[in-house]
């Protein structure tokens, strides 16, 4: 099974600066055969389901601001808020769905500094 | 546009079986496009994948829950539902259910529910 460890476990950023969440996997999300990495991003309020925000890694879900961005490949990734609102407060979760089956990191916990 | 909820008893006696019903409206279930699936979250912890099945019956579980889940369709109510027996207190926990683009090999979850909370207590 695919293990996935984000880092770090929580983290409090000023509002307008830049929040970086780190995603590492237990073996590499990147398919050779139409080199796309299996890994996304969701962002979870309290009370509320999670939200998909980034997919393939990098990719936007439609209607995610643009602050939000993905990067990496492999098994490392990340998730980057360029300006953080008082709206990102939440726990952020990376999910790889590469191999069955599908597995969750642990969770970041954001809030404002 | 899409919605996707979920429904059941939120107290379950350990040793009994958990049945939740994910009711899904705005779209067709029997769409060729799409897995549905379960995901679960103990309360204050992280997401469980528990399984997805497709319109047709393909159902696919994760190993961990495979001996104690089933998961089945009604595409005539466009619904899916789940089982999980015999449970204990370990799996008390939010209950998701949500939506999955079928691809060469999978995708992420693009539509949740809302979740319930079962309770597994005597």
């Known amino acids: 099974d695919i293990v996935m460890t984000q880092s770090p476990d929580s983290l409090a950023v000023s509002l307008g600066e830049r929040a970086t969440i780190n995603c590492k996997s237990s073996q590499s999300l990147l398919y050779s055969s139409n080199n796309k990495n299996y890994l996304g991003w969701y962002q979870q309020k309290p009370g509320q389901p999670p939200k998909l925000l980034i997919y393939?890694?990098?990719t936007r879900e439609s209607g995610v601001p643009d602050r939000f961005s993905g990067s990496g490949s492999g098994t490392d990734f990340t998730l980057t808020i360029s300006s953080l609102q008082a709206e990102d407060v939440a726990v952020y979760y990376c999910?790889?769905?590469?191999?069955?089956?599908?597995?969750f990191g642990q969770g970041t916990k954001l809030g404002i500094k | 546009q899409l919605q996707l909820q979920e429904s059941g008893p939120g107290l379950v006696k350990p040793s009994e079986t958990l049945s939740l019903t994910c009711t899904v409206s705005g779209g067709s279930i029997s769409s060729s496009n799409y897995y549905w699936g379960w995901i679960r979250q103990p309360p204050g912890k992280g997401l469980e994948w528990i399984g997805n099945?497709?319109?047709?019956?393909?159902?696919y579980y994760n190993p961990s829950l495979k001996s104690r889940v089933t998961i089945s369709v009604d595409t005539s109510k466009n619904q899916f539902s789940l089982k999980l027996s015999p449970v204990t207190a370990a799996d008390t926990a939010v209950y998701y259910c949500?939506?999955?683009?079928?691809?060469?090999?999978?995708?992420?979850?693009?539509?949740w529910g809302q979740g319930t909370l079962v309770t597994v207590s005597s």
């Open positions: 999910q790889q769905y590469f191999n069955d089956p599908y597995s």
């Open positions: 099945i497709y319109y047709r019956g393909n159902t």
């Open positions: 393939w890694a990098s």
């Open positions: 949500a939506r999955t683009e079928v691809v060469s090999v999978a995708a992420p979850y693009d539509s």
